[in-house]
């Protein structure tokens, strides 16, 4: 009797082991080192105006590209934010901006894609307010690159998309770094969104080096313990490969809807890197997106119109 309930105990943590490892390849690192590699102007259409390493910050991280099109004119702005597991990650990756830009950009959209402080150097809460601080940044200069700094729409992958939900949640953290709130946000497949509930679980070894041990860094960076108003409207895209994602997708989605935000879950048959990677490649995962944007403004929905 005993060696049978030793046995059950070990089968159970072993698979509970194995769907960690299989639900949280959260870093957006491992990709194709195709995707991996910076971008080169050569990757992208004729016609695109690079502007790279705008200052928001003192620090060599804060920094941040805008790719704009010609003669671009009020033009709606996405800010792009990478993943990376809070400690790596680059603002130029192929997998972060390539075809995001070549689907958008030409349609009149600005892309502005973020870097942030990183762990150790910070931790998760500092990286959420560098991105508010990019977001305010990025408002106040938009003219200058065509831009309408009253419609940015906020984007984020893994790691990133982790910091845009804890902003969505937060609200105070943009208003207190001067930035207006967004017309919505894409979340792309984060595993982080319930915080305390990851580290009371078996988990890799990345949250521990993100969110340490301190139980109080656990809520108060966990966009669903934050999470206490009505939101700008939210998509959060989850790989149905991975049951962390969405199932804290789906309780996030949840709450924001039971304070009136209008919010909802697109669950897509891709992996972690590929929900990342092939949005803005043409086809229904893409289309969902872009339905989902050109729902927040007419401005956008025209410029998705566009060919």
Known sequence: MIAGCLLLLLACSGATLAATRNDAIDDGVNLSPSAARAIRPGDLPAGIRVLRD????????????????AGANNAPVILMVHGGGWMRGDKAMRAVVENKVKRWVPR????????YRLVPAVDPLEEAQDVARVLAKAQHDAATWGGDAHKFILMGHSAGAHLVALLDASPARLRDAGAVAPLGSVLLDSAALDVPRIMDAPHLSLYDRAFGRDAALWQAASPLAQLRQKTPPILAVCSSRRHISCTQAQHFIAKAVSFGSRARMLAENRTHGEINAQLGVPGAYTDAVEEFLGSLDPAVAARLRAR
């Open 54 to 69: 705008i200052a928001y910050g003192p620090d060599p991280l804060q920094r941040f590209d805008v790719y704009a099109p």
């Open 108 to 115: 009149g959209f600005i892309l502005v894609s973020v870097d």
